[in-house]
């Protein structure tokens, strides 16, 4: 299983820059019994997401099993019919970047919505933290990337490897609460700070990434229909 870790580790460190669960944390932070709710908040998270992945992982990997095959043996040897998806892909993926940077302000808004609705107490707290994971897995593709890898790799026990995962994933989150006990109300106000600054980074660079790749399908499938090869 240690091989899977040398891109386990750079998928997680993107996964990890979660501005929402970090903002619901410090929002946590703020009421009454704060160590208490945002470690809550954090294991609602955490468990919700482990389930999500051992749903993917045994549920929908066999509903998907037959497109993924289509896909690699298409890297393998692929065909004009893999060029012309790879091109719609493309369109897809260029539209999902002007759509993503178009929305961004509207998803942070929705985000602060759904945290000053956050009820108090410790297991409303949990709740919240399972619900923020929920609504969030549909944009989960560094958590999809993993699970992928998993498969690629071969990785015999999939419990055990999201399991770690999560476990890492839930690390810098669960220090947050411990940095609350040691410094106080002064921790709240630096991880707004840097909520705002993930914000305001995700913002752009994700969109920046999907219209990257999305050119690149679009330019592969271009370039195979001129001269017979794609780009690699």
């Known amino acids: 299983m240690s091989d899977i870790w040398v891109v386990g580790?750079?998928?997680?460190?993107?996964?990890?820059?979660?501005?929402?669960?970090?903002?619901?944390?410090?929002?946590?932070?703020?009421?009454?019994?704060?160590?208490?709710?945002?470690?809550?908040?954090?294991?609602?998270?955490?468990?919700?997401?482990?389930?999500?992945?051992?749903?993917?992982?045994?549920?929908?990997?066999?509903?998907?099993?037959?497109?993924?095959?289509?896909?690699?043996?298409?890297?393998?040897?692929?065909?004009?019919?893999?060029?012309?998806?790879?091109?719609?892909?493309?369109?897809?993926?260029?539209?999902?970047?002007?759509?993503?940077?178009?929305?961004?302000?509207?998803?942070?808004?929705?985000?602060?919505?759904?945290?000053?609705?956050?009820?108090?107490?410790?297991?409303?707290?949990?709740?919240?933290?399972?619900?923020?994971?929920?609504?969030?897995?549909?944009?989960?593709?560094?958590?999809?990337?993993f699970i992928n890898e998993m498969f690629r790799f071969n990785v015999q026990s999939k419990p055990v490897g999201l399991l770690i995962y999560n476990l890492f994933y839930a690390l810098p989150f669960a220090l947050i609460p411990l940095a609350y006990a040691l410094a106080g109300n002064s921790i709240v106000d630096k991880l707004k700070a840097l909520n705002r600054f993930l914000s305001t980074t995700a913002s752009w660079f994700v969109p920046l990434l999907f219209g990257i790749l999305g050119l690149a399908f679009v330019v592969d499938a271009i370039k195979y229909f001129l001269t017979g090869s794609g780009l690699v």
């Open 9 to 145: 580790i750079p998928i997680l460190l993107v996964d990890v820059v979660s501005p929402v669960l970090l903002a619901a944390t410090a929002f946590a932070l703020t009421g009454n019994r704060p160590i208490a709710n945002s470690i809550a908040l954090i294991l609602g998270h955490s468990i919700a997401y482990f389930v999500m992945g051992m749903l993917i992982v045994y549920g929908l990997a066999e509903l998907f099993s037959p497109v993924v095959d289509f896909v690699v043996k298409g890297f393998a040897n692929p065909t004009p019919i893999n060029f012309v998806i790879g091109f719609l892909l493309g369109l897809v993926l260029l539209s999902l970047a002007f759509r993503v940077s178009t929305s961004a302000e509207m998803e942070k808004q929705s985000a602060r919505s759904e945290v000053r609705q956050q009820k108090e107490g410790v297991f409303p707290s949990f709740v919240m933290g399972a619900t923020l994971c929920i609504v969030g897995m549909p944009f989960a593709v560094p958590y999809f990337g």
